[in-house]
């Protein structure tokens, strides 16, 4: 209405006021038309800004009261930056809830996202007080051009001091988070380094893995041994702190409005093994040798014990080790990071007699009283070979029982071709000496033993062999070898009868009652004949093991002797006890253990183990069944926790000595 | 009393309203400045207010002076502005071109003045014109007058200010009753110009074009100019696509399709919508938009000053606000409808013209409308020589009205 009167009220006023001193009557009918478009274009300008303020806030009222929530989240989303709490490790303890893997405070060094130059110039800067250098940086900057929706951690494993420099000159780096978090620590360090495993931060390789679903990029998780092997549950689920940051990524504020999400601490998880058993084994191990010890309860598979030698320190690994360290233990020959106990192949030696023993009587070509044709006399002539015993002078003419107390290569040989390459070969198969036995970590050495003579043709030729190679696998040489696991596996088979069960580090009932698919498959008299023939290697004068019995029980066991292209042979021992109620069953190798006939390093260290921790179970002294020898010394044998010289004594033996 | 203001300022609604939003804007640049980052926005509100006041002294004076004065000093003033346009261009620096003199902390645009001095020029030119002549050829000397600062603001380069110079052209035209479709023949060519990107688009206007001139018929060499210019605009809208800066290139694309380059040049719209719409109706609070306190919002305090109104005032303060634009623009054709003298209606509508222009495309790029150019927001937007010259504008108004 306002607008018409105005318009109106114009067109009147114009009519005297335009274009003065014109006063010509057409003129005057021109102006008057003039005049009226001058109204309508007044009308026209009015009309355009209506419609022009309409549009506008039309589009307001979309985006302020329609788009409202959405743009509330996205202005919420650009201020807001989460960041991760990790969350605390559950702990590991032994069976006796000592501690093996624990939380410490620690720092860590993070820096937020934003422009990748913003990154590297944070991180240049932070590099002298960090100890970066410039390959470091550019790795870190790759790493977060990859995922430049997260932070990039820098350090895991900042000390106090750099803790403190970096703080005192906080408005340099106002991009750079400084978090305590709780760091792994190893208390027994070296003494469970194959067991345990370290954690670190997870790699890209990783985060694509089907068992890494759901985890982000700076998450910390278990890189092998047990803390790989249950990162499920001992990794526990990280939180959430929201921060507001603005436009440069910078931190503005701690307190976001959203509210933090805790993290959730991962479960404990104790493990059957025994850490006085495996510091002493870390102890008694000769330092200068190379190799493992592995043991567990035959009744229920629980490892009590799992060492390899050398050892390494695991919590050098935590936060990321430095590359000089990695280069050292990386490059070392003795390979201190193998783990020989699961995780390595070795010939077996005559501790594979008492596989070929077992299914030679259960084939029945053989009974714990048979005489071989053969008398042995230092060798055994086969074809043009001559096949060596250990013993040049002979053994005479031994039974099987016999020749299991004294290792006679000769009856094996024999034996070993009684059977004939197909049995053997079928039988041993069935005793899935192909497989693992099934511990629970991330890795096991798979054993190795030809399934058929199919392998040999295409290994060799259908010509290229002979029945010739019957004679070395029946005493655990040729194309063969085994973890000392497995080994101990099928020795504690034979000590309780039917499936074992299969070994394995945490405690757990469910893993206590699972068994292996297969067993020996011998009558139990005639498996008792053989546990005979291992206790009298023993405890009898003549048995190869008879130096090192312990002094408190009576245990079995077979010694080995395998031949190797490294150098002097590995020595062996794998055995179980007290021999009435087996409780342990122990594999230890020493790596060219036995360079003679009087020394074999992995008795004495497998017998004393053997006893401690029979002690520490409080398993009862029992007697010994066979008289000791009144003229024969009390052989040294190291008492439990007590730092023994490992190497072997030699006091006086003559017959003693390890089997070939 | 009522007489006594009006014999002051003429229209008292019109120089209140403008005089409120200038407060406004002083407060809104304080807010602008309110960061919890370190800005070059903080405390510069005091530098504003000192501008404001020194604008009041200068609006003061320009509407004591007689228009006849201003109408006769008119040419001189054109050519001054238009000289120092030329100037600017060797000597100026600016954002990507030359388009500011710098004295001391003070930097002055000599676009504002020209747009003035054009303003001044088209309406001494145009308010003697004698008779309607519906011949484009009748319409030479306007035409030239705006060429020339348009040409030079374009060099700068500042696309939004060369458009505002045709919107006071065609204001001017549209107000001194030029034929609506000479005005059409007129503009069409650079329609054509900005359809050139889209062959079906730019064809479809060109057969209007065609049609509309058919019907009509005009002049026939004029009929045929325009066909021809409209011909070949379309036909250089790709060459010259090409002469605009990466910069220019990337605001109109991004106006097309924000999402093209979200952190680069669609970084600012996003920004400034993911502002306006988290305001909601009732807004952040004044002084607390966290899109703003972040500096996630770019040229809060210039340019995108409207945006912190949304995020803090809200949808009611963006209503309150445009409301009273509204009243301050229908103030503004109203004293152009009552104003007696041709030079002077002239010169206020045009101004209506400019400060409508400013507002449309300020606000309108803030949510999205409009392509994102450095126009500034008429008595809100940071800049001092910007409010001195709008104050002198609206001076020369409240001049007219006095005189009516």
């Known amino acids: 209405m306002m607008r018409k009167r105005n318009g109106r009220g114009a067109a009147a006023r114009g009519l005297d006021g335009i274009r003065p001193g014109s006063g010509r009557h057409d003129t005057v009918g021109a102006r008057e038309a003039a005049l009226k478009v ?56 032994d069976r006796n809830g000592r501690l093996l893997a624990e939380n410490v405070p620690g720092y860590s060094l993070s820096v937020l996202p934003g422009p990748v130059d913003t990154v590297r110039a944070t991180l240049l800067r932070l590099a002298p007080h960090v100890g970066l250098d410039d390959d470091e940086v550019e790795e870190l900057v790759a790493e977060y051009r990859g995922r430049p929706s997260s932070s990039v951690v820098v350090r895991d494993n900042l000390e106090p001091a750099q803790v403190a420099a970096i703080e005192q000159r906080r408005p340099e780096f106002r991009t750079a988070v400084i978090e305590m978090h709780p760091r792994r620590y190893y208390p027994p360090a070296r003494q469970i380094a194959h067991v345990i495993g370290y954690v670190n931060e997870i790699n890209e390789a990783e985060l694509e893995q089907p068992q890494f679903e759901g985890y982000e990029s700076g998450r910390t998780i278990g890189k092998g041994g047990i803390e790989r092997q249950y990162e499920r549950e001992l990794g526990g689920t990280p939180g959430v702190h929201f921060v507001e940051v603005n436009a440069r990524g910078s931190i503005v504020s701690e307190f976001a409005p959203r509210p933090t999400i805790p993290a959730v601490p991962g479960g404990d998880i104790e493990l059957a093994l025994d850490l006085d058993l495996q510091a002493m084994a870390d102890s008694l191990f000769p330092d200068t040798m190379k ?24 919590n050098q690994f935590i936060g990321g080790i430095s590359s000089a360290d990695w280069a050292r233990l990386r490059d070392d020959p003795r390979q201190p990071l193998l783990n020989r106990a699961s995780g390595s192949l070795y010939p077996p030696g005559s501790t594979w007699k008492l596989v070929v023993a077992a299914l030679g009587m259960r084939a029945g070509v053989v009974t714990i009283d048979t005489h071989m044709p053969q008398s042995c006399t230092g060798a055994y002539q086969y074809g043009t070979r001559a096949f060596r015993c250990w013993k040049h002078v002979g053994h005479g003419n031994l039974s099987l029982a016999g020749a299991i107390k004294e290792s006679c290569n000769v009856f094996f040989y024999q034996l070993g071709l009684r059977l004939g390459l197909d049995r053997l070969l079928a039988g041993v198969d069935g005793l899935e000496f192909n497989g693992r036995a099934g511990l629970d970590l991330p890795v096991e050495a798979r054993g190795q033993f030809p399934p058929s003579r199919e392998w040999y043709d295409e290994r060799f030729g259908r010509r290229g062999w002979t029945e010739s190679v019957t004679l070395n696998l029946s005493i655990g040489q040729g194309e063969t070898a085994q973890t000392l696991l497995r080994m101990a596996q099928f020795y504690g088979a034979l000590a309780v009868g039917g499936s074992p069960p299969i070994p394995h580090l945490r405690r757990s009932e469910v893993l206590d009652a699972r068994r292996a698919d297969w067993s020996i498959e011998l009558p139990d008299e005639q498996r008792r004949q053989l546990l005979d023939a291992l206790t009298r290697v023993v405890n009898e004068p003549g048995g190869t093991a008879f130096a090192y019995r312990p002094s408190d029980y009576v245990v079995a066991g077979k010694t080995g002797t395998a031949q190797n292209p490294h150098g002097e042979p590995h020595s062996w021992f794998v055995g179980f006890g007290p021999v009435d109620d087996p409780r342990i069953v122990i594999a230890a190798i020493v790596e060219n253990g036995h360079p003679d006939n009087t020394v074999s390093l992995a008795v004495p260290l497998a017998t004393s183990l053997m006893q401690a921790y029979l002690r520490t179970e409080g398993v009862p002294a029992t007697g010994i069944p066979y008289p000791r020898p009144g003229s024969r010394p009390t052989p040294t044998v190291p008492a439990p926790g007590t730092a023994a010289p490992a190497g072997a004594p030699t006091t006086g033996a003559t017959t003693t000595g390890a089997g070939g | ?141 306007p035409l030239a007058i705006t060429i020339v600062p348009f040409s030079l603001v374009l060099l700068q380069p500042d696309l939004g200010s060369a458009i505002t110079f045709g919107v006071i052209l065609v204001g001017a035209l549209f107000w001194a009753g030029v034929p609506l479709f000479t005005i059409f023949m007129l503009v069409s060519p650079g329609v054509s110009l900005l359809l050139g990107f889209s062959v079906a688009v730019w064809g479809g206007w060109f057969i209007m074009v065609v049609g509309l001139i058919y019907l009509r018929r005009p002049y026939l060499i004029e009929g045929v100019g325009v066909v021809v210019a409209n011909l070949a605009a379309g036909l250089i809208a790709s060459p010259l696509w090409n002469q605009l800066a990466e910069y220019q290139q990337n605001r109109l694309l991004v106006f097309l399709d924000p999402g093209r380059d979200p952190r680069g040049a669609g970084w600012q719209l996003i920004q400034s919508q993911v502002a306006i719409g988290s305001g909601g109706l009732f807004g952040q609070g004044f002084g607390d938009g966290p899109q703003k306190r972040l500096s996630f919002l770019p040229e809060q305090h210039t340019d995108f000053i409207f945006s912190v109104v949304g995020e803090e005032l809200g949808f009611l303060g963006v209503l309150i606000l445009l409301a009273a634009f509204a009243w301050l623009l229908r103030r503004m054709i109203t004293t152009a409808t009552l104003a007696t003298n041709e030079f002077g209606n002239l010169v206020v509508f045009c101004l209506f013209s400019v400060w409508f222009a400013h507002l449309l495309i300020n606000v309108g790029m803030t949510v999205g409308l409009m392509p994102i150019t450095g126009l500034p927001l008429p008595f809100i937007s940071y800049g001092g020589s910007f409010l001195l010259m709008t104050f002198v504008g609206l001076g020369l108004a409240a001049r007219v009205a006095i005189e009516h």
Do not use: C
């Open chain 2, 1 to 141: 009393m009522r007489e006594r203001l009006e014999r002051w300022v003429g229209d008292p609604g019109l120089v209140g309203g403008a005089l409120l939003l200038a407060l406004v804007g002083i407060g809104m640049i304080w807010s602008a400045g309110q960061l919890d980052v370190p800005s070059v926005a903080t405390g510069i509100w005091r530098r504003q207010l000192a501008w404001l006041v020194i604008a009041l002294f200068v609006f003061a004076f320009v509407s004591r002076v007689p228009l006849r004065w201003v109408e006769l000093g008119s040419p001189a003033a054109y050519a001054v502005s238009v000289a120092l346009l030329g100037a600017v261009l060797f000597t100026g620096g600016g954002r990507g071109g030359t388009s500011w003199f710098q004295f001391g902390a003070v930097s002055f645009q000599p676009a504002e003045l020209a747009k003035l001095g054009t303003i001044l020029m088209l309406a001494r030119v145009l308010g003697n014109r004698q008779e309607q002549d519906p011949r484009l050829v009748s319409l030479w000397r």
């Open chain 1, 38 to 93: 001058r109204a309508g274009r007044a009308r026209g300008a009015t009309i355009l800004l209506w419609v022009a303020m309409s549009i506008l806030l039309v589009s307001f009222f979309r985006l302020q009261i329609l788009g409202r929530e959405q743009y509330e989240l996205q202005s919420e989303e650009n201020r807001l930056r989460a960041l991760t709490i990790p969350p605390p490790r559950g702990t590991i303890t």
């Open chain 1, 291 to 314: 190799g493992g010890v592995v043991a567990f309860d035959p009744r229920n598979g629980e490892v009590v014990l799992l060492y390899s030698h050398p050892t390494y320190d695991p």
